[in-house]
């Protein structure tokens, strides 16, 4: 006769797997870091969405105005809080606060107000979300993901910057309307500084399979000439000065490049991305945060790619390097 103890109490049928759930947490919920929400639940980048900031009232309604529009969204819950425990176990944390710029304006002039902010807050942070990957995206990010490495003392695979994906997205863009063709089609970055000394790499981009400096027009369209070239590269620079300039401030495509880093981040995607982070004998450039393609998954930021690059490429990525390095050097990091 069967004893008790030996019925099998295993359920019948198929098991259900644990659901995998996904945290991503936005310091800062001001124009950058409300709409970096917005475009990650829309995009479907994380199960739960938390948003810090010190402004309670203002974290709270965002959230609260997020959390109304779930319905229409891949399904997610958004928190809002003026505690840093909202933070806890997050798999991401996007930093978005900071300084904010203001028209003529440099991303470096903001560098003291936003290194003194990341001293108060990120140390916080990393206590209660220690494991979760960091990107920096405030501004002057190079500077602000260095000086934060040196805060926090993570490991440099779990803590860059946003970089040139933004700036890299603009180049495309207008790469894509002198050319005509879809700018899914473009393959081109910038590196170096997000700011006044970022460079194109021309000579490693492509439009298909055909090299950009080989590409003589289609459509009707004119060559990339060297004029057409620097014309390209003097708006990507200038453009996000226009905007700030017209608007008070970047927050569209900015997020939305945010979050396609955090789905890389999330998903583990090995995506490559021109995210900024600690470089060690880069073609030569070592001790300073610049934005090279890079490799990008649930470990943080992977091998830095030596694309191939020309002699004034090199020369432009070591000024970068200098530009930001003395930037750094001159608040003690």
Same mark, same amino acid.
């Given at each position: 006769?069967?004893q008790?103890d030996?019925i099998?109490?295993?359920p019948l049928?198929?098991?259900?797997?644990?659901?995998?759930t996904s945290?991503l947490?936005i310091?800062g919920?001001?124009?950058?870091?409300?709409t970096?929400?917005?475009a990650?639940l829309?995009?479907?980048a994380a199960?739960?969405?938390?948003l810090?900031d010190i402004?309670?009232?203002k974290?709270?309604?965002?959230?609260l105005d997020l959390?109304?529009g779930i319905?229409?969204?891949?399904m997610?819950?958004?928190v809002?809080?003026?505690?840093?425990?909202v933070c806890?176990?997050?798999?991401?944390?996007?930093?978005?606060?900071g300084?904010?710029?203001?028209?003529?304006q440099?991303?470096?002039?903001?560098?003291?107000?936003t290194?003194s902010l990341?001293?108060?807050?990120?140390?916080a942070?990393?206590e209660?979300a220690?494991?979760?990957?960091?990107?920096m995206v405030?501004?002057?990010?190079?500077?602000?993901?260095?000086?934060?490495?040196?805060?926090?003392g993570?490991?440099?695979?779990?803590l860059f910057?946003?970089?040139?994906?933004?700036?890299s997205?603009?180049?495309?863009?207008l790469?894509?309307?002198h050319?005509g063709v879809a700018v899914q089609?473009?393959?081109?970055?910038i590196?170096?500084?997000?700011?006044?000394?970022?460079?194109p790499l021309w000579s490693?981009?492509s439009?298909? +399979?055909?090299?950009?400096m080989?590409?003589?027009g289609?459509h009707?369209?004119a060559?990339l000439?060297?004029t057409?070239r620097e014309?390209?590269a003097?708006?990507?620079v200038?453009?996000a000065?226009?905007?700030?300039?017209?608007?008070? +401030?970047?927050?569209y495509?900015?997020?939305l490049a945010?979050?396609?880093?955090?789905e890389?981040?999330?998903?583990?995607?090995?995506?490559i991305l021109p995210?900024?982070?600690?470089?060690?004998?880069y073609y030569?450039?070592?001790?300073?945060?610049?934005?090279?393609?890079?490799?990008v998954?649930s470990d943080g930021?992977?091998?830095?790619?030596?694309?191939?690059?020309?002699?004034?490429e090199l020369?432009?990525?070591?000024?970068?390097?200098?530009?930001?390095?003395n930037?750094?050097?001159?608040?003690?990091y």
């Amino acid at each position: 006769m069967t004893q008790p103890d030996d019925i099998d109490e295993t359920p019948l049928g198929p098991q259900r797997p644990a659901r995998r759930t996904s945290k991503l947490a936005i310091i800062g919920a001001g124009a950058v870091g409300s709409t970096m929400a917005y475009a990650a639940l829309m995009r479907g980048a994380a199960r739960t969405v938390a948003l810090y900031d010190i402004n309670k009232a203002k974290v709270e309604a965002e959230a609260l105005d997020l959390g109304h529009g779930i319905q229409f969204m891949p399904m997610a819950e958004v928190v809002g809080s003026d505690d840093i425990a909202v933070c806890a176990d997050a798999d991401v944390v996007m930093f978005t606060a900071g300084a904010k710029q203001k028209p003529g304006q440099t991303r470096l002039d903001l560098a003291e107000a936003t290194i003194s902010l990341v001293r108060k807050v990120l140390p916080a942070v990393t206590e209660v979300a220690p494991n979760a990957t960091y990107v920096m995206v405030t501004n002057p990010v190079d500077v602000v993901t260095y000086a934060s490495l040196k805060i926090t003392g993570l490991p440099p695979h779990q803590l860059f910057g946003s970089g040139t994906v933004l700036d890299s997205s603009r180049l495309r863009y207008l790469i894509a309307r002198h050319t005509g063709v879809a700018v899914q089609n473009v393959h081109a970055y910038i590196a170096g500084e997000h700011g006044d000394s970022e460079l194109p790499l021309w000579s490693s981009a492509s439009i298909g +399979a055909v090299p950009l400096m080989e590409w003589e027009g289609s459509h009707g369209s004119a060559p990339l000439t060297a004029t057409v070239r620097e014309q390209i590269a003097r708006e990507v620079v200038e453009s996000a000065y226009r905007i700030i300039e017209g608007k008070g +401030a970047t927050n569209y495509a900015i997020a939305l490049a945010g979050s396609r880093i955090i789905e890389a981040v999330i998903k583990d995607e090995q995506r490559i991305l021109p995210v900024s982070s600690l470089l060690e004998d880069y073609y030569g450039i070592s001790d300073v945060c610049l934005s090279v393609p890079s490799i990008v998954g649930s470990d943080g930021v992977g091998d830095r790619l030596a694309v191939p690059m020309s002699v004034d490429e090199l020369s432009g990525m070591r000024a970068s390097a200098d530009a930001v390095r003395n930037v750094a050097r001159s608040f003690g990091y």
